[in-house]
Each structure stands twice: as structure tokens, then as C-alpha cells.
């Protein structure tokens, strides 16, 4: 079964605590993507990494930090710093990073309070 | 420059109507259109794509139309289905390595039976 994978579904963490999201993907991509949904806000881009041990910031990547040690795995850890982390995180991954498909996981929602 | 502005942000219609959702770019150095589609608590899916050497793109009830004098595209959903009620979102990328899609902020689509 080829796909992107995110784990946990559901998260729920107390303020102040760092928390590391999973993405796993076996579709021998070299590019993968962090977005952060909020409602009425569409997909706001966290980081992106092109190839292993490479990653760059996105539009939104303050109080969140990344690793790309793999090829197939990408995660984010979610600082104390970021000061509102409620959403819904989607890693995503594509062949290249300029205009190919870009495939989605599931997502994860992430709570914390 | 970076921006794709994406309305209308909602959309009601009947079974069997003709939703038009529409985008609009800046950047005319993009070269790719994908459009995504997102059911509640799921990550999105790629829809159907264009690029601007064509200007209308069709696969089964989903059409892409495409404007590059006028930096346009829109989706259009023949005879809609209930089924179809999610949140699409426009996309646009490509033309220079590095770069990732650059998302609208999405159109909730419901279709009433």
C-alpha cells in the first residue's frame, strides 16, 4: 500500500509542552511538505524539505522545527514558542517541489490546552 | 505576487447544477494548476490538474478552465452530486525549483439533494 502516512490522528498535549507529529511516506518522494489548516484559512505553509538533510522555512514555520534524516520520513516537532498550536497539521510530498503533483496524509489534529 | 486569491468562499446549488469556482494568480512565472478536494477531517485530494499550454482540461464531471492572458482558472463540477459537498482549494506552482504550490484559501461547496 503506497501513501503518506500521519500519526497520531489525535493529539492533545497541555500548554508548554513540545510535541512531535509523524510523517511517513513510501512513494519514493524526494520533496515533503508541512501545511497548518485553520478554518477560513485554506493550507499555510510550514516547511518543505527537497532532499534528505535540506529543509527550508515556509510562511509560517516560527515556534515549529523540522529534520529530513530519511528520505521517507519528515517530522514536526511543535515548540512552546508557537503560541497558538491548535490546528489541523498535513504533511504532504511530491516528486519535486516545483509544479508536480503533491500528495496529501491524513492529517493531524492537534489539541492542546 | 505569491498570492492566489480563491472565491467565492462558499457555495450552494442543487443537485444537477454547474458550480463555477475561480482563482486567480499573479505570478506569471507558475506553470502548474492543480485543484484539491477536502472532505471534513480528511487530508486533500488531488482533483485534477492543468498547465497553461491548454486552456481547458476535462476528466469525467471536473473541468479546469484556464485564462493565462487574464492569470485565471476556475473549476467547474457538471451535474453535481451530493457527494460532492467538501472544500476545494486552487493551487498554483512550478516554474522555478525550490518552490512549493501556493494555496487559495479554499471554496466549501454544498449541494443540496
Known amino acids: 500500500d503506497g501513501g503518506i502516512t500521519q500519526s497520531p490522528k489525535y493529539l492533545f498535549r497541555k500548554e508548554g509542552q513540545n510535541v512531535t507529529l509523524s510523517c511517513e511516506q513510501n512513494?519514493?518522494?524526494?520533496?515533503m511538505y508541512w501545511y497548518r489548516q485553520d478554518p477560513g484559512q485554506g493550507l499555510r505553509l510550514i516547511y518543505y524539505?527537497?532532499?534528505?538533510?535540506?529543509?527550508q522555512k515556509g510562511d509560517i514555520a516560527e515556534g515549529y522545527s523540522v529534520s529530513r534524516e530519511k528520505k521517507e520520513s519528515f517530522p514536526l516537532t511543535v515548540t512552546s514558542a508557537q503560541k497558538n498550536p491548535t490546528a489541523f497539521y498535513l504533511c504532504?510530498?511530491?516528486?519535486?517541489?516545483?509544479?508536480?503533483?503533491?500528495?496529501f496524509g491524513p492529517g493531524t489534529r492537534l489539541t492542546v490546552t | 505576487q505569491q498570492q492566489v486569491k480563491q472565491s467565492p468562499q462558499s457555495l450552494i446549488v442543487q443537485k444537477g447544477g454547474i458550480p463555477i469556482i475561480n482563482c486567480a494568480y499573479e505570478n506569471t512565472a507558475f506553470d502548474y494548476f492543480p485543484w484539491y478536494q477536502q472532505f471534513p477531517g480528511k487530508g486533500p485530494a488531488l482533483l485534477i490538474a492543468?498547465?497553461?499550454?491548454?486552456s481547458e482540461k476535462k476528466e469525467g464531471r471536473f473541468t479546469i478552465s484556464f485564462n493565462k492572458s487574464a492569470k485565471q482558472f476556475s473549476l467547474h463540477i457538471m451535474d453535481s452530486q451530493p457527494g460532492d459537498s467538501a472544500t476545494y482549494f486552487c493551487a498554483a506552482g512550478g516554474g522555478q525549483a525550490g518552490t512549493a504550490l501556493i494555496f487559495g484559501k479554499g471554496t466549501t461547496l454544498s449541494v443540496s439533494s
Open positions: 524539505s527537497q532532499i534528505v538533510n535540506d529543509f
Open positions: 512513494l519514493n518522494h524526494d520533496a
Open positions: 492543468i498547465r497553461p499550454d491548454v
Open positions: 504532504a510530498s511530491s516528486t519535486r517541489t516545483a509544479g508536480y503533483e503533491q500528495y
